[in-house]
């Protein structure tokens, strides 16, 4: 028997492991809640796949050699404070990173081309036209230029925004003005629609506030700046954000991360017009290429090959 993968199947997408048997051959597959039934016995778990792993679990691992997470994001992996000092990779696919663009894309659209207006004036049988400026008239700033924010770069550029970049070492992307950690107040000067795609850290956390919403441009061409959230909900202070879209600081959201998740039912974002809410499905992992990349990056361990998209736990992403 070779060695066994363990699977968190928390999320009923990944309730069938008939895909993690294709992808893996020959292997043990382990359910998460097979673990009810040898609490003491954790030996012969060789990889584990999970998001939110309960405290300490992949510690009692003696056998472990390599963590694996469900989604790029890797926050909830290291809420884990006896996470064992092991190589954790996260997931990087080409469908997550297509769907991100897309969910970014609709969203600066739906801004762009005034829908929560058009929505409302459909409910009213209004038939009024408003102006309407080019994407090239806009300015979208993204702040985090890794994997998905680079490729919802590219995208925006097709379609005509001029696209802005802020993360913490500089990047050189065609047709995109990158701006490093020390520029984020000459940033954000230039950023009629802001996207958030950061990771989750502690210089990340709370840092979608009052203070940096007002170095947003007074005015832009759809009359007011957009913030637009996907990275996580702690990197926003939605108390901020509610003041700023009651006050005008804001003139519309998108977000699909909460502080809270699931978004709780007294939150007022429910019902502000112009805030356009999803929960939590920007990029959702599709579970076949969650298994391919899985097996993909054990075949190359086992091969001697380093493992790819590795999380630096200093920098913690
Ligand atoms: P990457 O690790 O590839 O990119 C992260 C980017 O953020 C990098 O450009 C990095 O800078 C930048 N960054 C990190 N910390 C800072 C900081 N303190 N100051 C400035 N820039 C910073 O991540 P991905 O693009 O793959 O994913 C981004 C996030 O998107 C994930 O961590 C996850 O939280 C979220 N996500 C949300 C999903 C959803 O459905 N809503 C789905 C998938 C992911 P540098 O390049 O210099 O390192
Ligand atoms: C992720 C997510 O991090 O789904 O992949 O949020």
Redesign the pocket.
Known sequence: MKSSLLVDVKFDIFGNFDRFRKALPGRQIINWSDLEARPNDLSGIHYALGWKPDEGLFATMPDLKVMFSV???V?HMLEDKSLPDLPLVRF?DQS?TSR?SEWICLQCLIHLRQHSLYTRQQKDKLWRDHPQPDAGDLRVGI???????SDAAAKLKMLGFQVNG????R?TLPGVNCFD?SELDEFLACSDILVG?????P??TGIFNASLFAKLPDTTPIGGPIFIN???GKSQVEADIISALQDGRLKGVSL??FEDEPLPQESPLWLIENAVLTP?????SDADALATHVAGQIERFEAGLALEYLVDKK?G?
């Open positions: 989604g790029a994001g926050d990087v997550l991100m702040m985090g230029l890794g994997i998905l924010g802020w993360s913490r070492t990047k950690e795609l950061l990771p989750l850290t210089q990340t996907a990275g996580r699909d991360v939590h499905v920007a990029s959702v920098t992403y």
